[in-house]
C-alpha cells in the first residue's frame, strides 16, 4: 500500500521543475552567503590585496593572539555584552508589562490609537532616529530642558560615557516595545476565558488574575522569545551604535560590528576585521545552535 | 461596571504616556522642521513650531541631491522588492514539499538555514562584491540580500499549511509544479505574500549601510545613506580633537532645521504604507514567531 502510493507521489511530483525554481535563489546563496566564507580564509593570513587570497602569507592563528592580547578587543566585547543583555532584558519587560496594560484595557478606541503609535517606531530607520535623538539629547534638547527644570544641569548626553550605554539600551526599549508586545497580546488571547470566569466567582480581582492567570499563561511565550535572543547576544545593534556614537562614547558604546567595520573598511586591516568578524560569527553560530535546541526543549518549538 | 475605577485611571494614563512618549521625538522633529533656524539652534523648540516658517521645505525643493536620492530608493524599493518576492516564493515553494515529494528537499534546506546560522562576515562580503565590479552599480543595492531566509521560512511554512489534497487534483487534471504554484498556491497566499511584500519595501527604503560602503557616486546614493551622511558630516577624527564646547558650537550651525525636514519627508513613504502595514504584520509577526 506504502510502496503503491509513493510512486504514485513521485509521478505526479516530477523533480525537474523544483530544482528549477530554486535555482536563481541557490545562486544567490551560494554567491553572496557562501562563497564569502572562503574569504574568512584572510583572518588566518596576513593579507595582501596585490597577492590575492591565495598568494597572501599563512600566519595561523597569530591575528587572534594578537587580538585577545588588545585590550579594545576586550573593551568592546564587554560593551557588546552588556549592551545586548540590557537591551534583550529590558525590551522583554517592557513588552510584557506593555501587553498586560493593553489587555487590561475595555476602551476600544484607545486601545487601538496606542497601538497604531506604539508600533511606529519599529519601522523608523535609525538614520531618521538618530537625526531625532540628536535633537532630543543635545545640550538645549527637550531632555536637557526637562533635567533643568527639576534643578539639574543640562548635558550633552550623545558624547557622555556616563549616559550613552543607557541612551543606546534606552532608545532600543523606547523603539521595540510596542513591536515586541504583538506576541505577548497574541498569547493573551489565546488564553481561555473560561479561566478568569472561575477566578472571579472565586473572588479574584483584577490584580490577582493578573498575577495568577495571564501571565503564567505567557510565560512559555517569555521563555521562547529570551531564549531565541540568546543567539543575538555578540549583535549590540550596529545600526544604532553606528548612527548614535562617536569617537568620544568608544569607550563605553563601541561594539564588536562597529569595530569590524572601522577595522576592516575604513582603515583596510582586512585580516584583523576578517578575524574579529569570524571570532563573532562563531559564537554566534554556536549560541543559535544552543538556543534552537534550549527552545525546542523548554517550550517545544522549532523553527522549522 | 459602569462606575470609574482608580486601577483604570491608572491602567488608561499609562497607556497614554506610552502612545505619547512614542510620538515625541517624532512630533518634536517635525516642530522644529517648521521652526526657524535660530530658534531651533538655541533650543526653543518644543511640541510647537517657533516663527512659523516653510523655509526648510523650500530650500529642499530646490537640492537636487535629495531628490535625486529619493528616485533612487524609489527606484531599489520597486526592483529590490520584486527580486525578493520572486525568489522567496520559488524557493518557498520546492521548500514546503515533503522529501517523499522532493527528494533532494533536505540538502537545500540544510544550504538554507546553514546561511541563515552563520555568514562570512562584513569583510569577506565586501570583497566578494568589490571582486564581481559591482561597486558603485545599483546591483550592489539589491543583489546581495536577495535572498531573504526569514521571510522563506515563513513562506514555506505557510505554504505547508495548504491542504494537499487541493495540489492533487490539479494533478490529476494534469498540471504542473509551476501552474499549481500560480494557480493555487500563490491566490491562497495573498495575505502571507502582502506581509512579506510590506516588510521587504521597510527594509529597501530603511538601508543605508550598503549604499554607504558601495556606492560612491552621488547620483546612486540611496536616500537613507545621504541623509546618514549629513548627520555624520563631521569627521570622527575632527570631533576627536574637538572640546565639548567646540563641538557643540559645530553641532548648533549644522543646520538642524533643514535635516529635521529631510527627515519628515523621508519619513513619508513610511507613514503612507503604515496602515497596511498594521493590517498585515501583526499576521506576519505572529506566524514568524510562535509557530504551532
Redesign the interface.
Known amino acids: 500500500m506504502k510502496k503503491n502510493r509513493?510512486s504514485a507521489?513521485?509521478r505526479?511530483?516530477?523533480?525537474g521543475?523544483?530544482?528549477l525554481?530554486?535555482l536563481?535563489?541557490?545562486v544567490?546563496?551560494f554567491?553572496?552567503?557562501?562563497?564569502?566564507?572562503?574569504?574568512?580564509l584572510?583572518a588566518f593570513e596576513d593579507f595582501m590585496p596585490i597577492k590575492g587570497l591565495f598568494g597572501s602569507k599563512f600566519v595561523g592563528m597569530a591575528n587572534f593572539q594578537r587580538l585577545f592580547k588588545l585590550p579594545t578587543f576586550w573593551r568592546i566585547l564587554r560593551n557588546t555584552i552588556v549592551i545586548s543583555v540590557g537591551k534583550l532584558l529590558l525590551v522583554m519587560v517592557a513588552s510584557v508589562v506593555?501587553a498586560l496594560?493593553?489587555n487590561?484595557?475595555?476602551?476600544v478606541k484607545?486601545?487601538r490609537?496606542?497601538q497604531?503609535?506604539?508600533?511606529?517606531?519599529h519601522?523608523?530607520?535609525w538614520?531618521?532616529?538618530?537625526?531625532?535623538?540628536?535633537?532630543?539629547f543635545?545640550?538645549?534638547?527637550?531632555v536637557?530642558?526637562i533635567v533643568q527644570f527639576f534643578g539639574g544641569e543640562p548635558e550633552?548626553f550623545m558624547?557622555s560615557n556616563t549616559w550613552f550605554r543607557k541612551i543606546l539600551i534606552g532608545g532600543e526599549v523606547?523603539k521595540e516595545?510596542?513591536?515586541g508586545a504583538?506576541?505577548y497580546i497574541?498569547?493573551i488571547t489565546n488564553i481561555d476565558p473560561t479561566m478568569y470566569e472561575a477566578a472571579s466567582i472565586d473572588g479574584a480581582g483584577?490584580?490577582k488574575k493578573i498575577w495568577y492567570i495571564t501571565l503564567p499563561s505567557i510565560v512559555p511565550?517569555i521563555i521562547?522569545?529570551t531564549t531565541?535572543n540568546i543567539g543575538k547576544l555578540l549583535k549590540g545593534g550596529?545600526?544604532q551604535v553606528?548612527?548614535l556614537y562617536?569617537?568620544?562614547v568608544y569607550e563605553t558604546g563601541d561594539i564588536i560590528?562597529t569595530y569590524?567595520?572601522r577595522m576592516?573598511?575604513v582603515d583596510l586591516q582586512?585580516s584583523n576585521?576578517?578575524a574579529v568578524?569570524?571570532f563573532?560569527?562563531l559564537i554566534?553560530?554556536v549560541l543559535?545552535?544552543i538556543a534552537y535546541k534550549l527552545a525546542d526543549k523548554l517550550v517545544g518549538?522549532?523553527?522549522? | 461596571m459602569k462606575r470609574i475605577k482608580i486601577s483604570d485611571v491608572v491602567i488608561y494614563a499609562l497607556l497614554i504616556f506610552s502612545g505619547l512618549i512614542c510620538l515625541v521625538p517624532i512630533w518634536n522633529t517635525i516642530a522644529i522642521s517648521f521652526s526657524d533656524k535660530t530658534s531651533a539652534a538655541l533650543g526653543l523648540v518644543r511640541m510647537l513650531p517657533v516663527n512659523f516658517t516653510l523655509a526648510s521645505y523650500n530650500n529642499m525643493m530646490e537640492e537636487t541631491q535629495f531628490w535625486t536620492s529619493f528616485m533612487v530608493s524609489i527606484k531599489r524599493v520597486l526592483i529590490g522588492v520584486s527580486i525578493n518576492m520572486i525568489v522567496t516564493i520559488l524557493m518557498a515553494y520546492p521548500l514546503s514539499k515533503s522529501p517523499r515529494e522532493f527528494h533532494t528537499k533536505n540538502i537545500y534546506m540544510w544550504i538554507v538555514v546553514f546561511t541563515m546560522l552563520f555568514n562570512g562576515g562584513l569583510v569577506p562580503t565586501f570583497m566578494v562584491v568589490n571582486n564581481l565590479h559591482m561597486m558603485d552599480t545599483f546591483w550592489a543595492l539589491v543583489l546581495p540580500g536577495a535572498v531573504p531566509v526569514f521571510n522563506v521560512i515563513l513562506l514555506m511554512n505557510f505554504f505547508k499549511g495548504i491542504p494537499k489534497s487541493l495540489e492533487e487534483s490539479a494533478s490529476m487534471d494534469g498540471a504542473g509544479p509551476w501552474t499549481v504554484l500560480a494557480l493555487i498556491y500563490l491566490p491562497l497566499s495573498k495575505a502571507s505574500l502582502a506581509t512579506i511584500a510590506l516588510f521587504s519595501v521597510v527594509t529597501h527604503w530603511n538601508s543605508y549601510f550598503d549604499g554607504k560602503i558601495y556606492i560612491n557616486s552621488m547620483e546612486k546614493l540611496p536616500l537613507q545613506t545621504y541623509i546618514q551622511s549629513l548627520s555624520a558630516s563631521l569627521n570622527a577624527e575632527q570631533m576627536a580633537m574637538m572640546t565639548a564646547e567646540e563641538l557643540e558650537e559645530q553641532l548648533a550651525v549644522s543646520s538642524l532645521t533643514f535635516n529635521s525636514a529631510k527627515v519628515v519627508v523621508s519619513m513619508i513613504p513610511i507613514l503612507l504604507i503604515y496602515p497596511f502595514l498594521q493590517k498585515y504584520f501583526v499576521t506576519g509577526m505572529v506566524v514568524g514567531a510562535v509557530k504551532e
Open positions: 509513493s507521489v513521485s505526479t511530483h516530477k523533480q521543475p523544483y530544482h525554481m530554486l536563481p535563489g541557490m544567490l546563496l554567491i553572496f552567503h557562501l562563497v564569502p566564507m572562503v574569504g574568512l584572510m506593555f496594560l493593553l487590561e484595557c475595555r476602551h484607545l486601545k490609537v496606542v497604531t503609535t506604539v508600533y511606529l517606531p519601522f523608523l530607520s538614520v531618521i532616529l538618530a537625526v531625532m535623538f540628536s535633537n532630543i543635545s545640550y538645549t534638547g527637550i536637557s530642558q550633552m558624547i523606547w516595545f510596542g513591536y504583538i506576541v497574541a498569547a483584577r490584580w511565550t521562547l522569545m531565541l550596529f545600526d553606528f548612527n562617536s569617537p568620544l560590528d569590524v567595520y576592516g573598511l582586512y576585521g576578517t568578524g569570524l563573532q560569527s554566534g553560530f543559535l545552535v518549538y522549532r523553527v522549522f
